[in-house]
């Protein structure tokens, strides 16, 4: 191992490989993620290294809730003696979500919000031989700090980079609210010329004043010198001053777009004027656009109509929590591209400095929003940290060219407080509105270059009401017209009466979205059965609608992937699943039809291909089932093969194209062909007899869920199940009883309660309640038989989720119920009481092995003792 002075030398010497500038830059800039230790309050130490977050495991279990209190991480530091005169500063990137710094014990810092970069000087703390740093860092509820509520899990912890910040003591300002002390403008642009304005602020510790030059270069994207300006300037002891420079010769700039993401670089140093030596040096991206949002029109870049058309993202990864690598958050920004997308809503919160580094890179526009979320508290205290959290946003992120607004509150009268006290709510509406004007003014304050926007959900009346549709510059709506309420059709209503009642003011749509678990599969999907098949149906009308009206500035889909939030239950518990994305970065269909809407080059990709294990019952006489099978593309029409045979040729309806395919057991090799575009994916198809008796298709196993009309794929045990059907002679099928209908409105069938003990949720999330009998009418042989229970009625009554906007619960009756299951008229399972023998929502899972004799088959009955028997979900297996 080395030694920690070595290891300091060594970071140095590896910063001076840069450019020429960063050699001579005056200033040093270590990585400090590794060395740490950490603890949770009184628990035991741990190693670890940065990006780190306590909440990676927790948020997943089956235990409700999530560790919410301190953590503290300790680190060595050594210095070396020629840091002695320096100034030094750790630069925190983000901690959650309260902060103190200490240094040798002694407190150097404190930081509220989790969001947002904070600097700490540490100078003055420095023995310079054997220093700790110790970050004690705090996730607990505070009423005073937003978010105070959300669909998002509120991780704690060290979960951005950390790094040491060594400058001369005359440098640029560290002190501004976590910016880089210089601010660069666009004064004039057009596609002839374009001024430029940096403003620089300096700080000098020197107890002497110092002439120095300010010198600020940009350089085309091939490091040529387009223009320079020196200004020479005299800083005063603990002087900290303002330099401003006019640059206004830039001729016909390369404009920064979507297209042509072209972006300049802006360098500005300080130098030493007797010595010539750089003493401090910052870098930052220019792009030359210009932007205006018509309330008629839509949005306009560089006087060219843009129909904007992105997706919102969220900062955790799979089991990784917010503690996500730089690799893995630039790729985010990349899959977005390659998506077609031209526009990133950073929600609810501002993120990790990579990413709008990434959008400018690539040419992605963005939207930037601090987390005042669901409700507010009326203090003074919040809203101070608000108006603070607001100034270090722009602050820190002013000289990106892919930032064209600021936004600053989401859905904000979803969580109605005071509903039992009007004239109480009326002065909580009242505050609410205050806040976002304060928001409002401190943001066009801080920078009249660009948009300010307010983000409300679809409840038009009372936003326009408390007179939220007012303030702001551009207007959001999150739609969820098909998913949380309503029917998708309702969408294009929303989107023409905000036209004709609010013809004078933009607006987008910042969010909308189905939840799509990419396990689930339905040929007849409907609303919240969590279908991929009805992700798409929704994304559809949503796209058709958006791009079909000119008035419509632009469309962001929630979300870019699916997102922890550890209050949710569903399928997949804990997991919002309306990405177009998994929570692990796969492309889910969703995220192919927007390829093919988006995409400016010809596109075909046969979407199904991710459910590349199916299974499905045999046609009537015929050794083949017959399935659909999903195209996206931007051509007019495609043809597809089925092991080489053509199943015709097909035009696209609004970029998908359906066919019905004859699977046969076994590998099906399939390939669509259009022009020369091809796409091809390989299907194993398991093929289920239509009657047993049908020797041409050997019975092998079966998993069936019951009171499902969707296929559910366990992707760890490799494994289709497929929905029940009522008894058909010479086949399975359940006999007697309906389909459990919950007590949820939203919801056709099935519950969304968690199911403790399992991962594989929906296996028991639907049920087939007063069922008499279950029959297999199989040869004679030897069978593994597994039954699934779960309890679904009954147990802890938990808050509706505020987002869930006809979230009606009628109220659950709890009843007893005892039954016993016999197979084939001996007793399995006698007495059985869910509830009383397991718990609650709770999976169960009952096997045994049968010897089938003469011709009998398997019949599983169910006899009632007290309420209605049930039965989730059963499994079969040949043995021989």
Known sequence: MLKAKSLFLLLIAATTGLTGFAQDGGRKIISLNDQWEFNKENGPVERVDLPHTWND?????????????????????????????????????????????????????????????????????????????????????????PPLTADFTFFGGLYRNVSLLIANPVHFSQKDHGSSGVFITTPQVSALAASVQVKSTIDNTLAAAQKVQVITTIF??????????????????????????????????????PENPYLYRVVTQIVDVKTKAVIDQVANPLGFR??????????????????????????????RGNATPDALQIRDIELLKAMGGNFLRVAHYPQDPQIL????????????????????TETEAFTNNCLNMQTEMIRQHFNHPSVIIWAYM???????????????????????????????????KLDPSRYTLLVNH??????????????PMIVGWNLYS????????????????????????????????????????????????????????????YLNAMLSRPFVAGGIAWNLADFNSETREETMPHINNKGLLTIGRQPKDTYFLYQAYLLGQPYLKITSAAWQDRTGIADSAALTSTQPVQIATNLKSAELFVNGKSLGIKNAVDHLIDWQVPFANGKNQLRVVSGDQNDQAEIHFQLQPFTFND???????????????????????????IPGQPYKPGAWGWIGGEPYKGTNNRITYGSDKNILGTGNDPVYQTQQVNIKQFKFDVPDGEYDLALYFAELVGGETKEALAYNLDNNHKKEVEEQRVFDVSINGTAFLPKLNLAADFGYTTAVKKTTRITVQNGRGISIDFKPIAGKPVLNAIQLRKIY
């Open 695 to 721: 020797n041409r298709v050997p019975f092998k196993n079966i998993n069936i869920l019951l009171g499902a009309k969707r296929f559910y794929i366990d992707d760890q045990e490799h494994q289709v199940w």
């Open 458 to 471: 679809g409840a038009w009346d009372i936003y326009n009401k408390v007179g939220l549709t007012k303030i």
């Open 220 to 257: 085309d994207a091939k490091g040529s010198v387009v223009n320079k300006q020196t200004s020479a300037v005299t800083i005063h002891k603990n002087e900290n001053k303002t330099i401003i420079q006019d640059i206004k010769s830039v001729q016909k700039p390369e404009l920064w777009s």
């Open 57 to 145: 495991k927790d948020v997943l279990d089956d235990a409700p809730g999530y560790y919410r209190g301190l953590g503290i991480y300790k680190r060595k530091l050594k210095l070396d003696e020629s840091v002695k005169g320096k100034a030094v500063f750790l630069v925190f990137n983000g901690v959650a979500q309260e902060a103190e710094v200490l240094v040798n014990g002694r407190s150097a810092a404190k930081h509220i919000g989790s969001y947002t970069r904070f600097i700490v000087p540490i100078s003055a703390y420095l023995n310079y031989k054997d220093d700790v740093i110790e970050v004690r860092a705090n996730n607990r509820f505070n009423e005073d700090i």
């Open 290 to 319: 210009w932007f205006r949002f018509d309330a008629a029109k839509g949005f306009f870049l560089n006087d060219k109509p843009l129909k904007i058309i992105g997706a919102s993202r969220h900062q955790d990864y799979e089991n």
């Open 482 to 541: 098909g998913w949380y309420s309503g029917v998708p059709e309702d969408f294009g209503k929303f989107l023409d009466r905000h036209h004709k009642e609010l013809p004078n003011t933009p607006f987008m749509v910042t969010e909308y979205g189905a939840d799509a678990d990419p396990r689930i599969r339905s040929f007849s999907p409907i609303r919240f059965d969590k279908s991929v098949e009805y992700g798409l149906k929704f994304n559809q009308v």
């Open 410 to 444: 989401n859905e904000i009268l979803l969580r109605l407080k005071f509903s039992n006290d009007k004239a109480r709510q009326q002065v909580y509406f009242t505050h609410v509105r205050e806040l976002a004007q304060k928001l409002d003014s401190l943001t066009r």
């Open 357 to 376: 580094e990434a959008c400018d890179r690539l040419g992605i526009l963005a939207s930037v929003e601090i987390p005042v979320v669901n409700t507010i």
